[in-house]
């Protein structure tokens, strides 16, 4: 059973950074991993996404703010998020796909407020 366990969020000032990460436990290998986020009165929606291969893929709305990367010996993804507005404020969820199946986290609460 593969188990996924964030850790990272907490509350920042506007401008500021935090960085995320996710470790996943009981497997060997994951296809891809990403980040999701949910803000309260909305549907979750994609962060950024990150392939085994290296290959990235981000939502508009944070791109150039937000870093994703792999440590793929450790089977952890990182979320490094700079420049952080009021409208980040969301419950962050990772996610790895191990082939054929998606797994979730139970999330991370990051809030941007001053």
């Known amino acids: 059973q593969v188990q996924l366990v964030e850790s990272g969020g907490g509350l920042v000032q506007p401008g500021g950074s935090l960085r995320l990460s996710c470790e996943a436990s009981g497997t060997l290998f994951i296809n891809a991993m990403g980040w999701y986020r949910q803000a309260p009165g909305k549907e979750r929606e994609l962060v950024a996404t990150?392939?085994?291969?290296?290959?990235?893929n981000y939502a508009d709305s944070v791109k150039g703010r937000f870093t994703i990367s792999r440590d793929n010996a450790e089977n952890t993804v990182y979320l490094k998020m700079n420049s952080l507005k009021p409208e980040d404020t969301a419950v962050y969820y990772c996610?790895?796909?191990?082939?054929?199946?998606?797994?979730w986290g139970t999330g991370t609460l990051v809030t941007v407020s001053s």
């Open positions: 996610n790895a796909f191990v082939n054929p199946r998606l797994y």
């Open positions: 990150a392939t085994s291969g290296g290959n990235t």
